[in-house]
């Protein structure tokens, strides 16, 4: 995929913080707040970098770049880009950017559950000194991580060094450096044995709900699910059920509906650690999108086949 000399390219940062733009590109800059670039230079931009977290902002000025032939998502999910991107575009998400981040989130999520941080916090809240008890460690669990891609292998490597065995379930069975990726249909007989679920996928149609009623009740009792993927794979009336019994445990950083409404049962559920979509948002996300759009330039200048292509 070539471009032209003098190619425009919409940018979230000054290429001055990208070290400069390959020769026969031009730059605009927009960061998705004020006004855009007019709709003359809009006109000749080819590549498009979302800014990150903008998506809504920026979906308007999709029809107004007939010369558009490239979408780079600075997200991971693209579910909110895919209806409106116009025919013959081409569509890249940030693989590898949120790896870092979110696995961290994860970890931290399941780790202030099993050890009960935010009990721990209530109780310096009061004054409270509650000695006593045991509580799980996350030593010696195993745990499913659901959607084993570049960020579920990030989970992973951040899980093995608390002597943890994970489980690796995507789509469909592969191999994988660490062992076995186990497929979809294996997943009914896996969630009986283990102790945990780390949800790392995107929304697409086979995900949507697919934490049902009856995944959740194949989960054995005192397990925990964390979310960390898109709120909507998860029926949050079936988790409610379940966590009203105190039969599960769960650490969301994505919830349905999202934002979180006051009033709703979530917020009070027993059981229950919510953030509210924060895993991404680190130090580590910058240079790592920056790194991303630089390497994407060059390709695309040089005529080479881009990274992460969606569509």
């Avoid at 998705?32 to 080819?46: C, K, Q």
């Avoid at 941080?117 to 991580?145: H, K, S, T």
């Avoid at 979530?266 to 509210?276: D, K, V, Y």
């Amino acid at each position: 995929m070539g471009s032209a000399e003098g190619a425009g390219v919409l940018l979230p940062y000054p290429p001055q913080e990208l070290g400069g733009l390959p020769a026969g590109l031009r730059a605009l800059v927009w960061d998705g707040t004020g006004a855009p670039p007019p709709g003359g230079e809009l006109a000749s931009v080819e590549l498009f970098t979302v800014p990150y977290t903008r998506t809504a902002a920026a979906l308007p000025l999709l029809p107004r770049m007939p010369r558009l032939r490239v979408v780079q998502s600075l997200s991971a999910g693209v579910e909110e880009l895919l209806p409106h991107l116009p025919a013959g575009v081409t569509l890249c998400n940030a693989r590898g950017v949120h790896d870092a981040s979110t696995a961290e989130h994860a970890v931290t999520l399941l780790l202030a559950v099993l050890r009960g941080i935010p009990g721990f916090v209530r109780d310096q809240r009061e004054e409270r000194w509650v000695a006593g008890g045991f509580r799980p460690a996350l030593a010696d669990r195993r745990v499913l991580v659901l959607g084993y891609g570049s960020i579920g292998a990030a989970v992973e490597a951040r899980l093995l060094p608390f002597e943890c065995e994970v489980v690796r379930v995507a789509r469909t069975p592969r191999p994988s450096v660490r062992g076995p990726v186990h497929g979809l249909a294996e997943l009914a007989g896996l969630l009986p044995r283990v102790d945990a679920v780390v949800l790392t996928l995107p929304l697409t149609a086979d995900s949507r709900g697919l934490v049902d009623a009856g995944f959740l009740r194949r989960m054995r009792k005192g397990a925990v699910l964390v979310n960390v993927g898109r709120g909507a794979v998860v029926d949050t009336a079936a988790l409610l059920a379940e966590l009203r019994t105190g039969r599960l445990s769960a650490a969301l950083d994505v919830t349905d509906p999202e934002p979180l409404p006051p009033g709703h049962p979530l917020w009070t559920a027993p059981n229950t650690l919510i953030s509210p979509h924060a895993a991404a948002t680190t130090s580590a996300f910058r240079p790592r999108a920056l790194a991303l759009i630089r390497a994407q330039l060059a390709r695309y200048a040089a005529g080479e086949p881009l990274a992460n292509v969606v569509r």
